[in-house]
């Protein structure tokens, strides 16, 4: 059974970067799982994510 792994973007580049790096050594390690981005889609997110060839969806956030 493959797994579903899922990131959480805060938007900026700071963030996004990071997280596509995590998803590209698990995508080395388990080439089988799901891997699905939830952001914003305001920021960096919906530019890099989408670029890089993974799955963005996007939900409404406010700043805390």
Same mark, same amino acid.
């Given at each position: 059974?493959s ?6 973007? *805060?938007?900026t =580049? %700071?963030?996004? &970067?990071?997280?596509?790096?995590? @998803? ?14 939830? *952001?914003?889609? =305001? %920021?960096?997110? &919906?530019?890099?994510?989408?670029? @890089?060839?993974?799955?963005?969806i ?7």
């Open positions: 059974m797994a579903v792994i899922v990131i959480a973007t *805060g938007g =580049a %700071g963030h996004v &970067r990071p997280a596509l790096a995590v @998803a590209d050594a698990y995508r080395r390690q388990q080439p089988t799982s799901e891997i699905l981005f939830i *952001g914003d889609g =305001a %920021g960096f997110d &919906r530019r890099l994510v989408s670029h @890089a060839g993974y799955r963005l996007m939900v409404d956030s406010q700043p805390l």
